[in-house]
């Protein structure tokens, strides 16, 4: 079974550049381009590892991440062009992308080391 | 009929029994016949009638004398009628009536004779009165003479006097000055005997002593011992013992005279003499004489005097003030100002402050509306630069108008250079704070746009060869530099809340040039860097603005282009980065004001004037320096120097 990964990001080019690299390298992924609706298929399609934008219009990244509190052994990779953000959320299985990232196939190499990491234990 | 008194010296009685019985029948002589024993002189006696029988006796006889004689030869007689008193000689035997007859004879000539005595003696009682008199009178003239020759000279001694007092007066009249006051007051006082020097003295307002020295005014202040003497004194103990202290030599005796002047209540008038006390009265007494018209100079020349200072005081502060003053009247004509103008006469102010021909617009002395008591103002334009004019009236107190005004031109430039300046100083922060904005904004679809690329170009792996390969490439770089920029514009407006952290300055400087692409368009760079492993302590954000201000500011030196040379050398303590232009150099005359706050040489919206006071500031907050090493015709160099972070002395 294909693992699944959820990008949740207000970025219409940055959801769609995601997925299509994602999805070369055999991954299911699933969108959204707002809190409301990622919490929504969060919850209703249980995915592997979340892809989620801190600063969105409507519901942010980490309010999202307080609606879903317990996050059941699913990993998520918080993006933002603030450093201080990962200060912030200190949990087990947040990590933490740097927006704007140089290459995007470095996001490919850190979401195969985590699911990989998460495979094994 | 006078009763005449006739002396009988030794004639027979029977002579005298007939001869008074003689004279009974006559009634012509009434004769006392007194009986004398001498030949003594009495004056009583008219006529002695005597018997003599010697001729010798005669020569005792005095006076006249009816003489008898026994003599025959009476010729041995005849020489004593002529020597002696003897006023007639008969016989003794000549009868009583010849006798009595030559007495009656005898007695008349004598009466005769002694009327005329009489006379004589009377004239020359007279003549001797009157010689008394004569001399008396001499005596009188003399004396008269002596004495109006004596009111003469009292007089003329008085008159010199008056007229020595006169002069005196006449040249103390004009004085202005205290100096001249007691030069002249010292000569005057020096021309009697005793006096040697005179001083003027007040304890009034703090002590003060003023003296002469070789005719010049000299004061000591703050006199070491108090005098208060409010009566004239002689030789005034008190006095001494100052002059001598301020003079630093021996002095005579002091007199001290008090006076009072309105702008010195407590004062004196101190004379130095060496007068013995029974010859002071006169000095005393001349120099009573003058006290009060040397009050009176002294009192105008102290106002005088103050009123000159206060007077001087004003016009000094008047001509210090930085702001241009003027005093013009109602027609604009320039009667006073504090500045050095061309021309003068009645010229125009506008002519000579403004150069131009019509008073300037908007100046309140040419509008309708009259100048206000408390002043009125405007902002008016001359000659480039932008005043506020405020107009004071001064009242003319004699006619009672106002006629005149004083004008206060205050520069309004700078303050509006500095106004606008930092208003272009808030819009460069808004818009600082905007950039971040937008670079945020511009990040996420650049990130998008790289991305995709990024995945299309792995996508088409096999295919490099295609120009569609290629432009993807270019694409992809594209992005690639846009996120550069947008990250030094990032680092470059978010400095302020960064912390301090260690750093390459030869870093720090490559990233800056990055984005001066278009600032050194026109230049080439030299680089020399020796700072790669030397790290710095500063905020790396805040020392990228400064670096940029100066290359920046290296590259405008030299609007025709050059070469920037750009050097970064290192000791154990600081780094440092030289940035040299080959521009003309710095005027010497703004050369002075390049750090100062505000201060810009370009336009405006080219600079905001912060720059190099800003970037000092920085630096110097960082521990370290910017300075200014060089700027000639050749060229400028700046060097910045930041000490070197601890760490890296440890590694």
């Known amino acids: 079974m294909k693992p699944k990964i959820l990008i949740i990001d207000d970025e219409s080019i940055i959801r769609r550049a995601l997925r299509r690299v994602l999805e070369s390298e055999g991954y299911d992924v699933v969108e959204a381009s707002n809190g409301t609706e990622g919490l929504k298929l969060w919850l209703n399609k249980g995915p592997n590892l979340v892809l989620l934008d801190v600063l969105m219009p409507g519901l942010s990244g980490l309010q999202v991440l307080e609606e879903v509190g317990e996050l059941n052994k699913v990993k998520v990779i918080l993006m933002s062009a603030y450093s201080g953000a990962h200060e912030v959320i200190e949990k087990p299985g947040v990590f933490f992308l740097k927006k704007p990232f140089a290459n995007v196939f470095d996001v490919v190499k850190t979401v195969k080391e985590i699911l990989y990491d998460s495979g094994k234990n | ?651």
């Open chain 2, 1 to 651: 009929m006078e009763q005449i008194k006739v002396g009988l010296y030794k004639t027979h009685k029977p002579l005298q029994g007939q001869l008074v019985d003689l004279l009974k029948t006559q009634n012509q002589l009434q004769i006392e016949f007194i009986e004398v024993q001498g030949l003594l002189e009495n004056s009583e006696l008219t006529l002695c009638i005597g018997h003599f029988d010697q001729a010798q006796e005669l020569k005792d006889i005095k006076s006249s004398w009816l003489v008898l004689t026994s003599a025959k030869d009476p010729t041995g007689w005849v020489r004593f009628l002529n020597h002696s008193a003897v006023v007639s000689l008969l016989s003794e035997d000549v009868s009583p009536e010849k006798i009595l007859t030559e007495l009656g004879r005898v007695i008349e000539e004598q009466v005769l004779v002694a009327g005329a005595g009489e006379l004589v003696r009377e004239h020359q009682t007279r003549n001797l009165h009157l010689k008394n008199l004569t001399i008396g009178l001499e005596e009188l003239i003399e004396e008269r003479t002596e004495y109006i020759r004596n009111a003469k000279q009292q007089a003329e001694e008085r008159q010199k006097k008056m007229r020595s007092f006169l002069l005196f007066l006449k040249d103390l009249g004009p004085l202005l000055t205290l100096e001249s006051a007691l030069v002249k007051i010292r000569e005057e006082f020096r021309s009697i005997p005793h006096v040697a020097d005179v001083f003027l003295m007040t304890t009034d307002r703090g002590s003060e002593l003023w003296t002469l020295s070789n005719k010049t005014l000299k004061s000591f202040k703050d006199l070491p011992l108090s005098f208060d003497s409010k009566s004239v004194e002689r030789n005034s103990v008190a006095a001494r013992p100052i002059l001598a202290n301020v003079l630093s030599r021996p002095v005579a005796k002091v007199m001290s005279l008090p006076f009072q002047l309105k702008t010195f209540k407590k004062s004196w008038l101190l004379v130095e003499h060496d007068a013995q006390d029974n010859e002071l009265q006169p000095v005393l007494d001349f120099i009573m004489e003058r006290i009060q018209p040397i009050t009176l100079c002294l009192e105008r020349v102290t106002s005088h005097d103050k009123y000159e200072k206060a007077s001087h005081e004003w016009e000094s502060v008047f001509d210090e003030f930085q702001d241009p003053i003027t005093i013009v009247d109602k027609e604009f004509s320039l009667l006073r100002s504090n500045l050095t103008l061309p021309g003068g006469g009645t010229s125009k102010c506008y002519e000579l402050f403004a150069e131009r021909t019509s008073p300037c617009i908007d100046c309140p002395l040419a509008s309708e509306v009259p100048i206000r008591a408390g002043g009125s103002s405007a902002e008016v334009r001359i000659k480039e630069r932008l005043y506020r004019l405020t107009l004071f009236p001064i009242l003319d107190v004699e006619k009672r108008q106002m006629n005149t005004y004083v004008c206060h031109y205050h520069d309004l430039t700078r303050e509006r250079e500095i106004h606008s300046r930092f208003i272009y100083h808030e819009k460069m922060l808004a818009l600082g704070v905007l950039a971040g904005h937008v670079a945020h904004e511009l990040n996420n679809p650049l990130t998008g746009i790289r991305a995709l690329s990024q995945y299309i170009l792995s996508d088409l792996k096999n295919q490099q060869e295609t120009t569609f390969y290629q432009d993807l490439i270019e694409i992809e770089k594209g992005t690639a530099r846009c996120q550069n920029i947008i990250k030094s514009l990032l680092d470059f407006t978010s400095a302020d809340n960064e912390e301090n952290k260690a750093f390459s300055l030869d870093q720090i400087v490559e990233q800056t040039l990055t984005f001066l692409k278009t600032a050194l368009r026109s230049v080439s760079v030299e680089e020399d860097f020796q700072c790669q492993d030397v790290l710095t302590q500063a905020n790396p954000n805040l020392i990228q603005q400064v670096i940029f201000n100066l290359v920046n500011n290296a590259c405008q030196a030299m609007s025709q282009g050059g070469v920037v040379r750009l050097k970064t050398y290192h000791d154990n303590k600081y780094s440092y980065l030289d940035i040299e232009d080959i521009g003309t150099g710095i005027p010497t005359d703004i050369l002075p004001k390049i750090f100062d706050p505000f201060f810009t040489t370009k336009k405006e919206g080219q600079g905001t004037g912060l720059g190099l006071s800003l970037s000092a500031s920085l630096v110097k907050k960082y521990g370290g320096r910017l300075e200014l090493v060089k700027t000639d015709a050749s060229g400028t160099i700046f060097r910045m120097s930041l000490p070197c972070a601890k760490v890296s002395h440890e590694t």
